[in-house]
C-alpha cells in the first residue's frame, strides 16, 4: 500500500508565504509611495541647490530623486514574478 508523503513546510517558509501574500496586497501603494516619493525629494533638493542654502546636499537629492524615479519606473515595467497584473 502507497501512502502519499505529506508536505509540510517549515516556518520560515510559512513567514515568507504570508509577507508575500501581503507584499502582493500592497505593491500598487508601494509603487505610489515610491513615484511621491521621488517627486518631492527632486522638489526638496531643487529647493535647496538653487536657492543656494546646501548646494551639495540639494544636488545630492536631485540626483537621489532622480534615481529613485527610475527605479520604480522599473519595477512598474517589469513587476517581480509575484505580482499578478
Given at each position: 500500500m502507497l501512502m502519499n508523503p505529506v508536505i509540510l513546510q517549515s516556518p520560515l517558509?510559512?513567514?515568507a508565504q504570508l509577507i508575500g501574500g501581503y507584499f502582493v496586497e500592497i505593491w500598487g501603494?508601494?509603487?505610489f509611495l515610491g513615484q511621491v516619493s521621488g517627486v518631492i525629494i527632486v522638489l526638496i533638493g531643487a529647493i535647496l541647490w538653487f536657492t543656494?542654502?546646501?548646494i551639495k546636499r540639494g544636488r545630492g537629492?536631485?540626483?537621489g530623486g532622480i534615481l529613485l524615479s527610475i527605479i520604480i519606473e522599473y519595477f512598474v515595467?517589469?513587476?517581480p514574478d509575484f505580482v499578478v497584473i
Open positions: 517558509q510559512n513567514f501603494f508601494l509603487i543656494e542654502a546646501n537629492l536631485v540626483f515595467l517589469f513587476p
